[in-house]
């Protein structure tokens, strides 16, 4: 069973979609990053798993960089 998200759960992720949305100056990025943020369920779970978490992240992948923005945007 999937985990249900509120309301304010999903505005919050379109917020955070948007913010980091505007850092980017291609047209395509940043459709990309509101899409993908808003709507990928493994950033809510990443951020889930870290709330209480302290100490440094280090995100090692592919990519142009979303999870450190979500987090840092996030306020974790």
């Not at 999903?10 to 509101?34: D, M, N, P, Q």
């Not at 992948?61 to 979500?70: F, T």
Request: charged content about 30%; proline content about 4%; glycine content about 10%.
């Amino acid at each position: 069973m999937e985990p249900v998200t509120s309301h304010v759960e999903t505005e919050r992720s379109s917020e955070i979609a948007r913010a980091i949305a505007r850092r980017y100056r291609s047209r395509f990025l940043r459709g990309y990053v509101k899409s993908k943020v808003a709507n990928d369920p493994i950033y809510r779970a990443v951020l889930t798993r870290l709330r209480d978490v302290r100490g440094p992240l280090l995100d090692i992948g592919c990519g142009i960089g979303l999870l450190g923005q979500i987090v840092r945007e996030s306020g974790l």
